[in-house]
T-cell receptor
Framework: GAGVSQSPSNKVTEKGKDVELRCDPI?????LYWYRQSLGQGLEFLIY????????KSGLPSDRFSAERTGGSVSTLTIQRTQQEDSAVYLC????????????FGPGTRLTVL | AQKVTQAQTEISVVEKEDVTLDCVYE???????LFWYKQPPSGELVFLIR??????QNEISGRYSWNFQKSTSSFNFTITASQVVDSAVYFC???????????FGPGTSLSVIP
């Protein structure tokens, strides 16, 4: 597809379970970003990839959160032992390298932890 | 430290009125980039404009205009003759040349009433 895609679009899980969220960036975009948007809130930066490496992991809220990217393309964000406060929309964006480039956002994954 | 402030949480205007959304930023960098994104009710963020720190020219695109003033660290966004389709949350964002990380403001929710 032409845009950033994310799957699943919705995920409902029980507290304590692990979840995996997937992001497919736009082809050719080597930079990839994960954000979290809680209900009615702004965007909270989680992690940034340049290629397969993540030079800045400072935004991950806890050690239950991890992310990886392989082949410079698809990225997965994993949340272990989910908590209710993890409920949010998780947004992925991609761009060409360089902070001057605009980011293209996916539709997000709405995560609900019961 | 980098920071973006959007003091207006919510704004309501009547259709055809002009409206200005404020954005104030903080950064120690001399080279940085400012962005505006729109998040309509559908949820997907859409890029509107990018401005680099060396270009203080104001920009106009149709009914949209942006006023960048380094002296006051502001990058305000004006919608002229607002329309119902302009109803959305608008985010101002800042990135610098080092981190390739984009800091988003908390957003301003604009409602245009017919």
């Amino acid at each position: 597809g032409a845009g950033v895609s994310q799957s699943p679009s919705n995920k409902v899980t029980e507290k304590g379970k692990d979840v995996e969220l997937r992001c497919d960036p736009i082809s050719g975009h080597t930079a990839l970003y994960w954000y979290r948007q809680s209900l009615g809130q702004g965007l909270e930066f989680l992690i940034y990839f340049q290629g397969n490496s993540a030079p800045d992991k400072s935004g991950l809220p806890s050690d239950r959160f991890s992310a990886e990217r392989t082949g410079g393309s698809v990225s997965t964000l994993t949340i272990q032992r989910t908590q209710q406060e993890d409920s949010a929309v998780y947004l992925c964006a991609s761009s060409f390298p360089g902070s001057y480039n605009e980011q293209f956002f996916g539709p997000g994954t709405r995560l609900t932890v019961l | 430290a980098q920071k973006v402030t959007q003091a207006q949480t919510e704004i309501s205007v009547v259709e055809k009125e002009d409206v200005t959304l404020d954005c104030v930023y903080e950064t120690r960098d001399t080279t940085y980039y400012l962005f505006w994104y729109k998040q309509p009710p559908s949820g997907e963020l859409v890029f509107l404009i990018r401005r680099n720190s060396f270009d203080e020219q104001n920009e106009i695109s149709g009914r949209y205009s942006w006023n960048f003033q380094k002296s006051t660290s502001s990058f305000n966004f004006t919608i002229t003759a607002s329309q119902v389709v302009d109803s959305a949350v608008y985010f101002c964002a800042l990135s610098d040349s080092k981190l390739d990380k984009v800091i988003f403001g908390p957003g301003t929710s604009l409602s245009v009433i017919p």
